[in-house]
């Protein structure tokens, strides 16, 4: 019989929970003994140390062939507000990043139906020219397949030419949920959530370290939640590729999903990242991703097993046009002031968790 001793128990001992254990907690609203057990298997993997990074987001375009019901973000070719950056603005953004002590830039787009292939790798091979000190954490599993399908190249070819032109790691995104039930409600578009997991795992294999993401509070159920939590587990024993598992928190103003809901709950939030936490033993970071959640709950998360709070973004656009009303940006100094206020230390970091500095 399950229980909270027993699971406690587990915790305690560093043994791994079950689906099923996992589940009773989601159940549970014992917020605070769940945190404590979050709390406890992080510091025996992080200590006190929380991470954040000096980073800037670009998004190329929001142009895309797919148009996800939850996505706020996307346009169509022609339509108001859609928008494709040229490579220069696209190197001048880069450029200034570099130049204000960003260590990484975060590009994610939309699937645009005129742009080939050679126009990505342009992209990552300019980059690396203009700002050469930047590691660039590009496209998501997605967009790969998208760059298979465009270029005819198989996955493993594709890799093997962005990582020439210059790409150094891979984000989390397009996952959502990946239990497939759920992801023919909320983006039938994309790729199946088995096709997700094997372009990770190939780009696990080809050398790549990748994130993982979880858009949650929409229209699945703790069950899928744990589900998907389980796949990715499973994935990490293989390969090891996975950093940090960063769930989403659905911001529903703005979306085309139409759902009696106004977004996700604090309550909600830290449970959901306190058990991602506990049930993701073989991931050493839990990212709260604070553009999506606040800064007052990303805050808060820290003393319920999360140890990283992304970076300093600048200019973030997927999640705003959802509907976040988060700042776009944070200072390098703003984010060093709420880690300290929580009673942890902050590490700055670059993309592949090497630590920079201590504050």
């Given at each position: 019989?399950?229980?909270?001793?027993?699971?406690?128990?587990?915790?305690s001992a560093g043994r791994r929970i079950a689906p099923d254990e996992a589940l009773f907690l989601f159940n549970s609203n014992d917020l605070l003994a769940i945190g404590e057990l979050a709390a406890m298997a992080n510091e025996r993997k992080n200590g006190l140390n929380v991470f954040f990074n000096v980073n800037r987001h670009i998004?190329?375009?929001?142009?895309?062939?797919?148009?996800?019901?939850?996505c706020a973000f996307s346009r169509t070719a022609g339509e108001d507000g859609a928008y494709t950056l040229a490579l220069d603005e696209i190197c001048r953004r880069a450029r200034e990043a570099e130049g204000e002590g960003a260590t990484e830039v975060h590009i994610v787009g939309g699937l645009h139906p005129d742009l080939a292939f050679e126009f990505y790798e342009e992209t990552l091979m300019a980059i690396r020219h203009t700002a050469p000190k930047l590691h660039i954490k590009a496209f998501t599993a997605v967009e790969i397949e998208y760059f298979s399908r465009i270029s005819g190249l198989p996955i493993e070819q594709v890799l093997e030419r962005?990582?020439?032109?210059?790409?150094?790691?891979?984000?989390?995104?397009?996952?959502?949920?990946?239990?497939?039930?759920?992801?023919?409600?909320?983006?039938?578009e994309k790729i199946s959530g088995a096709r997700w997991l094997?372009?990770?795992?190939?780009?696990?294999l080809a050398g790549l370290k990748t994130n993982a993401t979880m858009l949650y509070g929409h229209v699945e159920t703790a069950s899928d939640r744990i589900a998907h939590m389980e796949m990715l587990r499973?994935?990490?024993?293989?390969?090891?590729?996975?950093?940090?598992?960063?769930?989403?928190?659905?911001?529903a103003e703005n979306s085309d999903l139409k759902l009696d809901i106004t977004g996700t709950s604090g309550l909600d939030d830290l449970k959901t990242l306190a058990i991602a936490r506990i049930f993701l033993d073989n991931f050493d970071h839990i990212k709260a991703y604070w553009i999506m959640l606040g800064e007052k709950i990303a805050q808060v998360s820290l003393a319920f097993?999360?140890?990283?709070?992304?970076?300093?973004?600048?200019?973030?656009?997927?999640?705003?046009?959802?509907?976040?009303?988060?700042?776009?940006?944070?200072?390098k100094e703003g984010i060093i002031r709420l880690i300290r206020k929580a009673g942890k230390i902050p590490v700055e970091r670059d993309t592949l968790y090497h630590p920079i500095c201590s504050y």
């Open positions: 019989m399950t229980t909270f001793e027993t699971i406690s128990a587990n915790v998004n190329p375009t929001n142009v895309c062939v797919n148009r996800c019901a939850f962005l990582i020439s032109a210059g790409l150094g790691s891979m984000p989390g995104g397009g996952a959502e949920i990946l239990v497939e039930e759920v992801r023919q409600k909320i983006c039938p094997e372009i990770i795992r190939l780009a696990h499973v994935l990490q024993d293989e390969t090891g590729g996975f950093q940090a598992f960063i769930p989403l928190a659905f911001q097993g999360v140890n990283d709070l992304d970076g300093t973004v600048v200019e973030e656009k997927i999640g705003h046009d959802a509907g976040a009303k988060t700042p776009q940006a944070q200072t």
